[in-house]
């Protein structure tokens, strides 16, 4: 592996945007694989409207791939525009638009993507995670405050990202759907793979239902790294530990291994319990500052960066890393 690795990013929404915007500062040969489960505001009406790939995710992260030359900062603002004003284009976001309508013209979700990043000057490409839109449903304890031990179906990303309750399981509808074939060549391909940060249930574990790309995170020869959040979810993740992120990971995907997992010291609980399960997903913890100065649970893109060049250059050494 060379000093510019192959590297392929998974996830969606602020959590995949954070991991890109650090990752394009390291390498030219980066792609993103993007959920494709979004049912809410201008993506939910799109996708209603039109029958297309919900596009809100896929247009943050081409953002996130954009330069922080001028061209790289106005064309990022532009696509993450939303018309206001009333009318029916009030709440779109211009990327969503030109996303469809490359859709629709060229008719190859994979083509007119790529046509979006040449026009950004991307650091990077963007995949659909499946070549369908999915749901994402969910089996949530606790659903109605009246019934705390009563279990309930909640569907769609949009609800499932705000349900009250706490939510036991995930899956996607239709079930067993196809991948995109470039995101599966692209994990085959790929010397690393970041899977994190994200809001967890929506945006992390769908890429592991997916029974394809599930299948090659198994056999690729890349490296792979677990980046977790600082902060759990209001509504999605509300009360979970660091490690309950990973033994809710390991649930859905049982056959799924990690080379490293990465989290924030200040944002952890108890370390040696955050390392054991480290361990049983096969990985070491690697402990590095990445939030923001401000206090907040937002990842600084630099010393993101930071930390995951340190993984890539160190992925020989053995021993914990610190």
């Given at each position: 592996m060379g000093l510019q690795p192959k590297v392929v990013a998974l996830g969606g929404g602020h959590g995949l945007a954070a991991s890109l915007t650090a990752l394009r500062r390291l390498t030219p040969d980066l792609t993103a694989v993007v959920t494709v489960a979004d049912d809410g505001g201008s993506s939910g009406r799109l996708r209603q409207e039109l029958g297309i790939l919900p596009p809100g995710d896929l247009r943050k992260a081409l953002a996130a791939l954009c330069g922080d030359d001028e061209w790289g900062?106005?064309?990022?603002?532009?696509?993450?525009?939303?018309?206001?004003?009333?009318?029916?284009?009030?709440?779109?976001?211009?990327?969503?638009?030109?996303?469809?309508?490359?859709?629709?013209?060229?008719?190859?979700?994979?083509?007119?993507?790529?046509?979006?990043?040449?026009?950004?000057?991307?650091?990077?490409?963007?995949?659909?995670?499946?070549?369908?839109?999915?749901?994402?449903?969910?089996?949530?304890?606790?659903?109605?405050?009246?019934?705390?031990?009563?279990?309930?179906?909640?569907?769609?990303?949009?609800?499932?990202?705000?349900?009250?309750?706490?939510?036991?399981?995930?899956?996607?509808?239709?079930?067993?759907?196809?991948?995109?074939?470039?995101?599966?060549?692209?994990?085959?391909?790929?010397?690393?793979?970041?899977?994190?940060?994200?809001?967890?249930?929506?945006s992390v574990i769908p890429h592991l239902l997916v029974p394809t790309l599930a299948e090659v995170l198994s056999v690729t020869r890349a490296r792979k790294v677990l980046a977790l959040n600082l902060a759990a979810q209001p509504g999605e993740t509300e009360g979970f530990s660091s490690e309950r992120h990973l033994e809710v990971l390991a649930a859905h995907a049982p056959d799924l291994t990690v080379d490293a997992v990465l989290a924030d010291p200040a944002w952890i609980g108890d370390r040696d319990t955050l390392e054991d399960a480290a361990k049983q997903l096969g990985g070491e913890l690697v402990l590095a500052s990445v939030a923001a100065a401000d206090g907040t649970p937002r990842h600084d893109p630099e010393l993101l960066a930071a930390a995951y060049d340190r993984i890539f250059r160190t992925h020989g050494r053995i021993g914990p890393w610190r």
């Open positions: 900062r106005t064309w990022a603002s532009v696509l993450q525009h939303r018309f206001t004003g009333g009318g029916e284009l009030h709440g779109h976001a211009v990327g969503n638009l030109l996303i469809a309508a490359l859709w629709e013209k060229l008719g190859d979700h994979v083509d007119a993507l790529a046509w979006v990043g040449r026009l950004l000057g991307a650091h990077g490409r963007v995949l659909p995670m499946s070549t369908v839109p999915l749901e994402i449903e969910a089996l949530v304890r606790g659903h109605d405050p009246a019934r705390p031990q009563e279990t309930t179906a909640v569907r769609g990303q949009a609800e499932v990202a705000v349900t009250p309750g706490h939510v036991q399981q995930v899956r996607l509808v239709p079930e067993e759907p196809p991948a995109a074939p470039e995101a599966v060549a692209a994990v085959r391909d790929a010397d690393w793979v970041i899977l994190g940060p994200g809001s967890w249930f929506t």
